[in-house]
DNA sequence: ATCCTCCCCTAC
DNA sequence: TAAGGTAGGGGAGGAT
């Protein structure tokens, strides 16, 4: 068994392990003393220096069992019997007990590791798929020794084969039987939407539109031995026709996004030009470079490396490109686009021309009549001999190979620009003039035919706009359920979606964390405290129990330990006795919310429908919700929360996953005994407080990143908490349905497969990440992959930034009444408007969302449900962003035309919503620049909101002066031997996109030592900042860089400069000016996280490295203009 | 290669 | 009779 050794990681064990294969042939053989040691040094390093981005210290050998069990005096336990912790518990246990037919008795661990071992393709290289190359270098020493130890499993490798091969087939058998089972499913489903007609019973009834969405939980146990009458047929020849009209309107009504002419950013004066010549030039440019969001970063993509003696100099040379959004190599490595040279012996030329892809080699005054021009201009006039190099060169570089006119050099931009716009014209400006709506267009033009059928169908009232309210009041029975002695529709009701969402249950969970997100920015309370240097990072997962129920129940204490249901059809508040009313439960639709644990005893679940609870419990109490006291309760609790993350003790930051569940990020001091009985601790401390003030409880589960901390949650659940120490004990067994990602749908996918248990996963290494990938798409794939072995690198984001406002309505909708599709869009864009102006944005993309009857569909299982409908969207751009209901229910109007819809009564919803949003302030923003802004706040530690920003000039100019300065090399001349290219960073980055399209293949071996200038070295690690800089410029189009991604970028350089340091070919002042530059110039999403490692290396360094950090914050003063940074800012308050 | 549109899927 | 929303991630396929 392989535990993690004392200087390992739980978590990174089976990191170790994955990457052993890919690194087995290069660390077998590396014999490098030094990088062995500094391998094993460098977890202690990171913890000290960055050690709150580590997980936790191996725990001191776990029993699987021996979770943190706290007591619970202060709450009150779920009645003795009832399904919670214990009963968990123990599911879990014969779960983790059961093993996979067939699979061998090895502990999972070890096959998992030999398997991997055996079935690595080697042809994978170092770039792990978008696996961090950091984790590579650091794994492979450890790998090493990990190898040594695993030796003697290699015996285990042709059993593993064997086992393979028979889960091969097995795959294949179930695939045959795959079509019955499937046909099964089918079945199923058809059945569901087959319980449209009122024969059926339908306890779990709840289908949408396609009939497949289901809204009741954990659905597992649904009889599958039902039949139905007659299966539907799949084709439905009224969509294909729609189908086609749709087509002609497209081609009629084509909306296209257009970047409005008003976006072009304030440039130089080759803006336009520049523009324009990019389009022309496209084969000599990074494909981002086409787009028009930075013109002046047109050198993006292009990766120099200087050969020799230039002029200007290198140093020149490397600045103009970065400044321009390009990047700069000392050595030849991977990345490097172009080599820039004066002069080249023939010998060497010829190396770079027969290469696979030949690297070109161009003359200095490339780089400089480019900058002058402010366009990339094409390189092939600026080849170095160019006569010699020009055929096989050209043919390489320009596609055509199209003679490039010599004197198309310094001023051809005028000659350009006539040719130019014959190209462009036809394809940008025509199609989007053709398509943009008018914003002035504020009158509803939809009076047609199609509409109109809704008047016909209304019942012969004059004025619609004056309903007779309540006529059937005096029967008594409702107030509210008729109107004009009809059921309230859409159709019948004017108001009908304005009440509709007030009484929406989905609708109040839906927009919650929008509410509450908008609601904390408004009071700016952000102030976080520092984070000690010495921090260790947990995630906490809080969700209340039963939440719905829980805070209704405060108000009937009797209940309690009752199964309850909350249900719109619950007994009225102050009514204490439960009514007669049970006989109206019968048949009911209504969809129980939730239910408490009392109740899930009978096997009720969340979603379901009333009748099939009342079903299996007949003495179900049934409240009503409680919606301000949820919003209520769960501001409380974010409260609690935030003021727990604002204790300097255990600072944090709270991400609100929905009214009932928050995610915190917490940083712990690690120095103590104990780390995991203090956080349970803390967590049973929030706990309590969270009871005390609302009454209901809270379960809280810990791990080191999102994905353990929910496993630990759901494991404590309820009124419980957990911490993980040892995930593969947590998660043998674990269903991969309960996984965050697998639904309903890809539930019985991975099934067929054979995928039912992380076990299976496990069983299966690579292959199973292949067809999780394959099944699941390739990315969540690939993250449901990295849960099985405990991984997560999803950051906390307590102010993610919203793209989409919106608001549909899939309820109700019956034009049964004077009120037609006009009306109805009307009124979801009066509600989108307000939406919209609550939280100050406008939009300029319309999207109608619609959901049109299947044409065999019966009624709707659901009281006016939509039953089984096609799911059809449209979206059309405005020409001025806006959020003016009557100009949005315009465009919406002619999207709803396009779709053709000849039966109005085929409409069961409509939703519109709104994208491209821009912020109201936007325009008036007049303050102080991104950059001032970030480094003010991190002064204040305030976080700053820049999510939107985009960077201005003049701090690009800071950014690539400060990576200047943090050059100081130690020894000039002496150069060094680095142990591995990779170790170096001449390895291409996973996410260096814009060289890709250039890709020179000089072959190298990553594991390669190679002999470097300690000043180039240092170079490398500045210039790893403006890499950053630039690339979160290009590619994410903003300001501020996600934490993880930061990180990722620091592990990088970590090897480098812990082996400079070791050989002392650098001074602590060179890596910490570098350090420093780094993360100012980085603008991190939470900069409280990064300051604590700032204050650290400033503390370590301040006494001999004063100059340098006094020089580089006058730089950064000099920038602000006023505000002060001093000292003390770095070193936080005190 | 990248963008855009339309669609599916998931979570609460 | 009841209130089946909301927002984001991601993929396929076509246009550029
Ligand atoms: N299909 C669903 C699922 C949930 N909710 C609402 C009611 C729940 O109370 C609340 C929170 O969802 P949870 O999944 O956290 O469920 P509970 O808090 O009710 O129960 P648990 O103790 O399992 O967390 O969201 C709902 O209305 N419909
Ligand atoms: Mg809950
Ligand atoms: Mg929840
Ligand atoms: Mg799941």
Redesign the pocket.
Known sequence: MVKPSKSMQPEQVDEVALRAGRNKKNSMRDGSNSFHNYMARKIAVQRQQFGLVLPPPPPPKVEPRSETQIPQQFVPKPPPGSPGKSSLLKRNVSESQQQPSGSSPTPKKHRAITFELGTKPPAQGTNGGGKRKVSATTSSSKARSMLLRLGKRHGHVQQKKERIQQLQRKSLESRGDGLEQKARHEHRKEMEMEMDGATMDSSF????S?G??R?YETPRELPLARTINDAPSTSDPLMSLNGSTVKDHDTLLT???VVPSTHAQPLTTFTDVSQQIETSTLELTS??VR?NFRPDLFFYGIVIKVQGFTDPDEHTLRRMVQKHGGDYETYETTRVTHIIASAMSTAKQNIYKNQRRPTPVCVPAWIVDSVKTGVLLPHGKYLLNKEQNQQGLKSMFHGNGQPLPVENSVPKPTSRRQVIPEIVKP?TNS?SRRSEIDVSMVESPSTNGQVKTIVESASNTKDPATPIIGSKESRG??N???INGK??TVGTDPSFVE???K?????F???Y??RVTNKRKEFHDNDVPLIPADAKRFIFHV?MDQFFAAVVLRNYPEFRNRPVAI???GMDKGQHVPNESHV?FK?????CATVNYEARKYGIKKGMF?KAAYERCPDLIVLKYDFEGYDEVAQQVLEILEAFCADPNHPGAVEP??C??YIMEVFVDASGQDVHEHVIALAEELRAEIYEKTLCTATAGIGTNKYLAKLACDKAKPNGSFVVKDHTSLLSGKLLRD?????????PKLKEKGLIRVDDVWDLGLEGKRLLCEIM????GE?MYDFCYGRDERDVLPN????????????GVRFDGPYGIDHFMMELAKEVEK?MSCIGVKGC?V?LKLKKKKQDAKE????????RCH?????G?LKQASRDAAVIASLGMKLFQQFGIRDIHDVR?M?I?MSNLRDDAKDTKTTNSGLQQWLTNAASTKSPDLSSHRIREEESSLVHDLSEDAIIPRYDEDSITIPTREMAGFVRNRND?GS??YKSQYETNPQDPVSINPKDALSKLSSTAVTVHNSMLMNEKRLVAPFHRVNTYIEDLLPLKEYLQKHEAITEGNVLSTCLVFFIVVHVERPQAVRPMIRMMVQQQWQSNAKTIVSILDKINVFLKGTKLDKTWLLGKG
């Open positions: 009834a709840s289908v949408d396609s497949f969405r809204t909306t296209r996004n494909p981002s787009r394809h199609p029975k409702t509210t359920q008729f059921i309230r009440s509709y969402f009484s929406s249950r989905l609708s969970i839906g927009s964390k929008q969700d249900s719109h059809l109206s048949n009911s639709t209504s969809e009333l996953i929905s009932d569940e996984m965050p990602g697998v639904g309903w749908r890809s539930e798409g390739a990315k969540n993250r993610a930034e919203r793209k989409t406002v919106g608001a549909e309505c899939n309820y939406r993309k999207t709707a299982p659901k009281f006016l449900g939509h039953g799911n059809l969207s449209k979206s751009n919803g939703g919503v996109r890709s399209f």
